[in-house]
């Protein structure tokens, strides 16, 4: 297993089977997604930004985007964009007095057209020397630095190891996702998962469209492409590939995955995953991932 991927690997996956499936990691093979929101990127957020004094209603905010809504999962940039948005509009927060983000730059940023990462962040640093950006650039370089350091162990979901296993022996295996490659790779490697996927495509190597797009590139039929996921992201990159889409529900991760190995996995196979399996699978994963949060 490599420690560096690019964009030709993504492009050059060996076509061992004619199935291809992409996993997502963060909260999908790895019970990890709360622990690196509460436990490092948010209270980074609090002090980059300067928000002690509504601790309380910035976590809030940033729990209910990067968590629970249909945000869950999106690049680090845009999540900290909509966190922002609703904390602004959080019921006493301009009335506290705490200087509010500003939102303009990083907004600006997003919506570039640049692959949203630490490299293109700081070419436009170089670029521009807006201080706006700067502070973002040492929020998410702090962030990859925190993790890197102080992460806690968290094993990969039982039922999702089963997976792993089950898919190997049958289709052309990658990870698909929006973490920074350097995280992912320690944590596939810490856990000695790696074994059982050809490649780990993180953020830099583009979107999970991007990925799948480049992945698949012609050399299988569109509904030998599955994509397993827990947040909207990870559907829409399937359907934007016109693949098909297994969830992995938030707060019932086991039990999603124990389906998958019994039945959802069998059927791909046999090419009777179909579009009433796939609404059905779909619209209870919309279900768990509200828009609103409770308190709008």
Known sequence: MKNHYTVEDLKNIPHNFDALVGIDSDGCVFDSMTVKQKEHFHPLIIKYWNLEKCEKEIRACAEFTNLFSKNRGINRFPALLFAFELFIDYPGVK???????????????????????????TDEIKRTGDPELKRLLEWSLAVNVEIDQNMREIPPFEWALKALKIVKEKS???????????ALVKEWNLHNIHQYVYLIAGQELGTKAV???????????????????????????????K?????????????????????????????????DYQKMVSDEFEASLPELPPWA
Request: aromatic share 10%; with cysteine.
């Open 243 to 275: 693949a098909l889409f297994y969830p992995i529900n938030p707060g019932k991760e086991e039990a999603s995955w124990e389906r998958f190995c019994t039945e959802a996995y069998d059927k791909f196979l046999k090419g009777t995953f179909d579009a």
């Open 95 to 121: 009335e506290s007095g705490v200087e509010l983000p500003n939102c303009e730059t990083l907004r600006a940023y997003i919506n570039s057209g640049l692959p949203l990462g630490n490299p293109s962040l």
């Open 172 to 182: 052309d295996v990658f990870v698909v996702s929006q973490t920074p490659e350097e």
């Open 211 to 241: 990925h799948l797009e480049l992945a698949a590139d012609g050399k299988y039929d569109q509904k030998r492409v599955l994509m397993i996921g827990d947040a909207p992201g990870d559907y829409k990159a399937a359907v934007a590939n």
